[in-house]
């Protein structure tokens, strides 16, 4: 009770970041070491650990600070407000979080901009080291776990289970850590001689997906990576799956990866690929995070595609008999659309459907032929109304994310969401389970809808094909995504003066309106970069089958659980809050 008390009090911003001299730790703790304890690091410690990373390490501090009483600064809070949801400025800044849900512990932080709201450290991390290089990585992995404090990785703030940030914790920050090398003949290390190269591109883990699809296209190839452009690119990203608008054609991630290169928890260097280490890339191949730190991946280029076809309507009625008619045929015409390769990013919430279709080498008139007979479908219905429909072609990959994807760091940033997930298998679409997909889901939105006046759910078709056709046995992701077709999102939000009471029933709520897809998808599972942080069963829903095994990797590469982290593999040993180890 005392060390939740201590950490809810968001040790009161450590008094500007001073630390209580105290001498080492002698013998491990069944808890992380806290900034009061007698085990944290003297301040001539942390200065010494300073200079050992370069002069890299940061005393953090939440983002809003400088808005609120005692340490309101006007000019400060002006440029904290025009910044406060645009995910460039957070993804610049150590403290940030993409979902601000993630830099609050217990209800208590540093949110919005109301000066007289009192200010906590939350779960932001006491310090930051801004790696540049491995050796800084290595540093910081050896520093954190002779003192027992808790270690986090982040990137760049993405991240719905909030596994990028912990109160009284050093953050790994890799953001400053870039590189970026195309070839046509890598050869993973260890190959045996005469192993023929093969086209790669070569990622150090400050990469964003932004800047790897840029020197693709100028290299006149495509990799598989997220739809968002300022998600990390060798990160957690693939090591949780990795689905992508091209995975229909070309798979997940995890499918295109020829080589890691990590540091583990004792702070060695290590290659993992199909010739070395195999175990680890086995595990790092859809495991998740949690097993050390991704510095290098590598995967496989594809050839440039001819064109990308981008179709979009947006659909609104306020009729539910019409929106139920739509919902159907939606449903009934997927098995088709995922055939003929589209990949589908749909948004939906009360009477309401955004489109945005996607498909590689096709030309407009078999787009049409495919994509208008569903608005047809629609603008017959009593009181719809069809918006923004459009389709559009762009002659590379890259033209067609620049039009896609920047939305979504402009309009979702600094706020705070909780999520639910679920796989819906292909079998779901199939003419005598419509009846039943289109039921269950009216109920699902239904009791989203209930809980939170801001909800909203993405719709998925991003499985099948390429997807469908992976190898489940070389890789860890879990097996129910060669099933899927569709992952299916619900989102519930709140404002920065909702008690945490009241935000504890919304996420509870959430988590049980998806129990009834839950009931007609047994073993489905979900993805856990986007799953529930309250996922029932989460072992099996995010891992299947492979949890076992991956279980023992865990142990044998992290046995002292260093890059614990929120549903990761192994996290079951800990208390919920993962501060304390169980039994």
């Not at 000019?75 to 940030?96: E, F, M, Q």
């Not at 932080?109 to 540049?132: H, M």
């Not at 099933?483 to 919304?506: C, H, K, N, R």
Request: aromatic share 10%; proline share 5%.
């Amino acid at each position: 009770m005392v060390r939740n008390i201590f950490l809810l009090l968001g040790i009161a911003l450590l008094i500007n970041h001073a630390v209580i001299a105290a001498p080492q730790p002698t013998k491990p703790s069944q808890c992380h070491c806290l900034p009061d304890e007698p085990c944290w690091p003297s301040e001539s410690t942390w200065s010494a650990f300073n200079s050992a990373v370069g002069g890299n390490l940061i005393a953090t501090t939440p983002v809003a600070r400088e808005c609120h009483d005692p340490y309101y600064d006007k000019a400060k809070c002006d440029a904290i407000k025009k910044g406060y949801h645009d995910g460039n400025w957070r993804r610049s800044l150590p403290g940030a979080m993409i979902e601000t849900t993630w830099e609050t512990f217990h209800g208590q932080g540093c949110l919005g901009v109301n000066q007289t709201v009192p200010c906590n450290q939350g779960a932001v991390s006491i310090y930051t080291v801004k790696a540049t290089t491995i050796a800084d990585v290595q540093t910081t992995i050896r520093f954190a776990s002779e003192h027992n404090i808790r270690l986090t990785v982040k990137n760049t703030g993405h991240d719905f289970l909030g596994r990028s940030s912990a109160p009284s914790s050093i953050n790994l920050w890799l953001s400053s850590m870039k590189g970026i090398n195309i070839t046509k003949d890598f050869i993973p290390d260890g190959a045996p001689q005469g192993t023929q190269g093969q086209g790669a591109i070569i990622l150090k883990s400050g990469v964003i997906w932004d800047e790897a699809y840029k020197a693709a296209n100028d290299s006149n190839v495509v990799v598989v990576g997220a739809a968002h452009y300022s998600v990390g690119a060798a990160g957690g990203y693939c090591l949780g799956g990795g689905h992508s608008p091209i995975s229909p054609h070309l798979g997940l991630c995890v499918d295109n990866v020829l080589q890691f290169t990590m540091v583990t928890a004792d702070g060695q260097v290590h290659i993992a690929n199909s010739h070395k280490n195999e175990d680890l890339f086995w595990a790092l191949r859809g495991g998740g995070p949690g097993f050390g730190v991704v510095v290098e991946a590598v995967y496989r280029t594809h050839p440039a595609f001819k064109n990308m076809i981008y179709a979009r309507a947006t659909i609104s009625t306020n009729d539910t008999v019409s929106m139920d008619k739509i919902m159907r045929d939606f449903y009934s015409r997927h098995d088709a659309w995922s055939s003929q390769g589209w990949s589908a990013y749909v948004l939906g919430a009360q009477g309401l459907l955004v489109l945005q279709f996607v498909l590689p080498d096709a030309t407009v008139e078999q787009a049409a032929s495919s994509f208008n007979p569903f608005l047809d479908y629609a603008r017959s219905l009593p009181a719809v109304t069809l918006s923004n429909v459009d389709i559009f072609t762009d002659s590379t990959y890259y033209s067609w994310f620049n039009r896609y994807a920047p939305m979504f760091d402009q309009t979702y940033a600094g706020v705070n969401t909780r999520i639910s997930s679920r796989f819906l298998p292909q079998s779901l679409f199939q003419p005598d389970s419509l009846d039943l997909l289109s039921t269950t889901m009216k109920k699902v939105t239904g009791d989203i809808a209930s809980i939170s006046p801001a909800w909203a759910f993405f719709h998925l078709l991003i499985a099948g094909g390429q997807v469908k056709q992976g190898n489940s046995v070389e890789t860890s992701v879990l097996p129910a995504w060669r099933e899927a077709l569709v992952l299916y999102i619900s989102f519930v939000g709140w404002d920065d003066s909702t008690p945490y009471a009241d935000q504890l029933t919304m996420a509870k709520k959430l988590t049980e309106s998806t129990d009834a897809l839950r009931a007609i998808t047994p073993g489905a599972g979900t993805y856990q970069n986007e799953g529930d942080p309250s996922e029932p069963d989460w072992q099996q829903s995010f891992f299947g089958d492979n949890y076992p095994r991956l279980r023992a990797l865990k142990n044998k590469y992290d046995p002292n659980s260093l890059f614990i982290c929120r549903r990761c593999v192994g996290s079951e040993d800990w208390d919920e809050d993962l501060m304390c180890r169980q039994g």
